[in-house]
């Protein structure tokens, strides 16, 4: 079992950059396949970028791509989500999640989620 603690989320204009962590607790940390999803008000939860246990492999969301760069340290038990050129709408907050095996696009496929942080993108 994992447990995952983010940061790094507030406010920051269009434009800006914020890079999240995402810390986890436990020695098998590089056996988890780890992602980010974000969720706005009234939206559904929605993937964001995912990431193989190694960190050789990423996967994105179409409306991050060029903008957002997840990537991981295994030695510090931590995951980050590097956001650049953020646009209002990517307001939401934003969650950690975790999974045995592969890497996943679906919410329903990762049984661990930290609590999430705000990121507020002003226009």
């Known amino acids: 079992q994992v447990q995952l603690v983010e940061s790094g989320g507030g406010l920051v204009q269009a434009g800006g950059s914020l890079r999240l962590s995402c810390a986890a607790s436990g020695r098998t940390f590089s056996s988890y396949a780890m992602g980010w999803f974000n969720q706005a008000p009234g939206k559904e939860r929605e993937f964001v970028a995912a990431?193989?246990?190694?960190?050789?492999?990423?996967y994105y969301a179409d409306s991050v791509k060029g903008r957002f760069t997840i990537s991981r340290d295994n030695a510090k038990n931590t995951v980050y989500l590097q956001m650049n050129s953020l646009r209002p709408e990517d307001t939401a907050v934003y969650y950690c999640t975790a999974r045995i095996g592969r890497y996943s696009s679906l919410s329903v496929e990762y049984p661990y989620w930290g609590q999430g942080t705000q990121v507020t993108v002003s226009s």
């Open positions: 990431i193989s246990w190694s960190g050789a492999s990423t």
